[in-house]
């Protein structure tokens, strides 16, 4: 099955400046990745998703980038605000999978 | 409007009891999942449906069973809880099919003392 690595485990970050979290993953056949936000006591939400037919998407300050050589998508955060620091989680499926694969979370520290 | 409702939201309880935890999702989605998270915030999913039948039924203990009523609802009742059951349970809805987000319930923080 689908195996999904995320790096760093945490990530301290100066407010303003920008966080970027990697995930690799293992099965070639995986083509959707979405990321998710995790604040203290809450739950995870979709932050923004990526298709196997692009290799970059953005929203406001939030972008995801896609290697599908290397197998690998990262999020990338800019001008950090406190209110990023949560954890973050990836995922990975295929085409006729029935799961999300997640991998096992980054904890953002953004220092005011 | 909560689009994935769980309750009860905290659980306390002795081990060996049987408890149950309820979800409803009113988004209209067709797959249904319960996730464990533990105390390192690792997500593992434990069972998914679809319509009504079970797809997916992890390595799971069987003191775990899920039921769906109805595609708008998925319950987990555990029994003969134990000290390791401690931990946070999500359910979470999606549309069906491969590249749509999950939306999660609030979660149900689970404590077998």
């Known amino acids: 099955g689908e195996n999904v690595e995320q790096h760093p485990s945490t990530l301290s970050v100066q407010e303003g400046d920008s966080a970027v979290i990697k995930c690799t993953y293992s099965?070639?056949?995986?083509?959707?990745f979405p990321w998710y936000k995790q604040e203290l006591g809450k739950r995870p939400q979709l932050i923004i998703d990526?298709?196997?037919?692009?290799g970059e998407k953005k929203d406001q300050r939030i972008a995801v980038t896609l290697n599908k050589t290397a197998k690998h998508f990262s999020l990338h955060i800019t001008e950090t605000q406190p209110e990023d620091s949560a954890v973050y989680f990836c995922?990975?499926?295929?085409?006729?999978?029935?799961?999300?694969?997640f991998g096992k979370g980054n904890q953002v520290v953004v220092i005011p | 409007d909560t689009a994935v409702s769980q309750t009860p939201k905290y659980l306390v309880t002795q081990m060996g009891n049987d408890k149950s935890i309820k979800c409803e999702q009113n988004?209209?989605?067709?797959?249904m999942y319960w996730y464990k998270q533990d105390s390192k915030k690792f997500l593992k999913i434990m069972f998914s449906?679809?319509?009504?039948?079970?797809?997916i039924n992890e390595t799971v203990p069987n003191r775990f069973s899920p039921k769906s009523p109805d595609k708008a609802h998925l319950n987990l009742h555990i029994n003969s809880l134990e000290l390791g059951d401690s931990a946070v349970y999500f359910c979470?809805?999606?549309?069906?099919?491969?590249?749509?987000?999950?939306?999660f319930g609030s979660g149900t923080r689970l404590t077998v003392v």
């Open positions: 099965d070639s056949a995986s083509n959707y």
């Open positions: 979470a809805s999606s549309r069906e099919g491969w590249d749509y987000g999950y939306t």
């Open positions: 990526i298709r196997s037919n692009v």
């Open positions: 449906y679809n319509n009504k039948e079970l797809i």
């Open positions: 988004l209209g989605h067709d797959t």
């Open positions: 995922a990975a499926t295929y085409y006729g999978n029935n799961r999300l694969a």
